[in-house]
């Protein structure tokens, strides 16, 4: 069984490109939760002797000697580790065309001269395709789980932050990066969550907050709970026919006893983007500027050169475009005399979008939009987009990733033969409620 999905894995990623990494002998418990089930791990968690570069040619030969804690425990409960899977280079992007130098770009599973969505291309590609029983653990910012998944065809929960540990992932930004899931079903997301959820004392951001029997809410009608409708999402942006899909399946919901509302989110579709990109982008020039060729990344001979132009030539060679882009700008809004006007304005502006979403919470158990704004694009379309086109393809998704709240992408139907996905968000530690309206779409 377990050679055989091993060569299945090798076969596709031939023809699409979804691992950096395929490990051939896997080694698993024999018992467990996940027993007979294999897992494939995003490239920027750690998995112990086996190379994870998080997509980046800076630490392409970088094989940690642990494992990272959700990695300890999927394995504990019999999961088999197949490979690491692409992505774009720290997680920098929606589309997955921004892999580091000298990696494959991921192609979509529906279309191969389109994107599989970023930045876990990789993940959702190889959880679509293979014929075995898989599920994805995978990691989101701004919207790398759910934007894949949707523009993949299958489920991508990203849960509240806090609720997994992020202990062994290698970061992009401290205060927004989440540990996830993708699968081909919603049974199969609720039994992970349960797996790897709950507080690990390695990690100072991991929550005490009780881990409950996920599963026990796919049992459970959504009678006469509240749904809101997040109507901004429904705007010009959005394509037509996502729209028309998106309507079919709220009334779905209404057949099922739920009670529907619009709702409107001001704050956050005004803000969120800008928001976003300046905190992920302060955070990840901070985080990236380890990787200088001293004690972390590439290195290269020192002689005959001052420390500015070796840490010049070390980060000039190994980072991609877009990595030196968000380096720069990220390093510019934190600069000393704008640090003020950008990342102390942002943080403030993050705080009344999670007071937005708080008071929404107080009529609704649930919110509801299009995952995506437009169907999975043509890879020739998405290089001709400028960086600010690029960044506005996750106005949906930055929201609930700013405010760290679970959300969850169900595959919702098919647009000119792509799949197009339904978001549904919840409150804080509240993926319970997600899962059990996401059980009713069908």
Request: glycine share 10%; aromatic share 10%.
């Amino acid at each position: 069984m377990i050679k055989k999905a091993v060569e299945e894995c090798k076969k596709i990623n031939e023809e699409y490109h979804y691992f950096n990494h395929v490990i051939e002998n896997p080694k698993h418990e024999e018992k467990g939760k996940l027993e007979n089930i294999f897992v494939s791990v995003k490239d920027c968690i750690c998995v112990k002797n086996v190379p994870s570069s998080a997509g980046s040619a800076i630490i392409k030969n970088y094989k940690p000697l642990f494992d990272a804690t959700v990695v300890e425990r999927i394995k504990k409960e019999g999961g088999i580790i197949i490979g690491k899977t692409s992505q774009d280079e720290f997680g920098f992007g929606g589309f997955s065309i921004n892999t580091g130098i000298g990696f494959e770009i991921p192609l979509n599973p529906f279309d191969k001269e389109r994107a599989a969505g970023g930045s876990s291309g990789g993940a959702a590609g190889i959880t679509q395709k293979a014929s075995f029983r898989h599920i994805a653990i995978s990691e989101s910012t701004g919207g790398s789980i759910v934007n894949p998944a949707c523009f993949c065809g299958v489920y991508g929960l990203c849960p509240t932050y806090g609720r997994v540990s992020r202990y062994g992932l290698i970061d992009y930004a401290n205060s927004l990066d989440k540990i996830g899931i993708m699968a081909k079903n919603i049974e199969d997301i609720a039994l992970m969550l349960k797996v790897i959820s709950g507080f690990d004392e390695k990690e100072s951001t991991s929550s005490d907050v009780e881990v409950t029997n996920y599963e026990n809410f796919l049992k459970k009608d959504i009678k006469e709970m509240r749904i809101g409708i997040i109507k901004d999402a429904f705007g010009e942006g959005t394509d037509e026919e996502i729209k028309k899909i998106i309507k079919e399946k709220i009334a779905e919901l209404e057949k099922h006893g739920a009670i529907i509302e619009e709702i409107s989110l001001p704050i956050t579709f005004k803000y969120a983007l800008a928001c976003y990109y300046i905190l992920a982008l302060s955070e990840a020039s901070t985080n990236l500027a380890k990787y200088c060729g001293m004690r972390y990344g590439e290195d290269e001979k020192l002689e005959g050169r001052n420390f500015n132009y070796y840490f010049k030539d070390v980060r000039s060679k190994n980072f991609g475009k877009e990595a030196k882009r968000r380096i720069i700008l990220g390093t510019f809004a934190r600069m000393s005399g704008y640090r003020d006007a950008y990342y102390i304005k942002s943080a403030k502006v993050r705080t009344m979008i999670i007071e937005e979403y708080q008071q929404a919470f107080e009529n609704f158990d649930v919110l509801l939009s299009p995952t995506m704004p437009v169907i999975a694009p043509k890879i020739k379309d998405v290089e001709k987009l400028t960086p600010l086109q690029n960044y506005m393809m996750d106005i949906l998704t930055v929201g609930p990733n700013l405010a760290g709240l679970p959300h969850i992408s169900i595959p919702a139907g098919f647009v000119k033969g792509m799949p197009v996905g339904l978001m549904l968000i919840g409150n804080h530690f509240d993926e319970g409620k997600i899962l059990q309206v996401g059980e009713k779409i069908r």
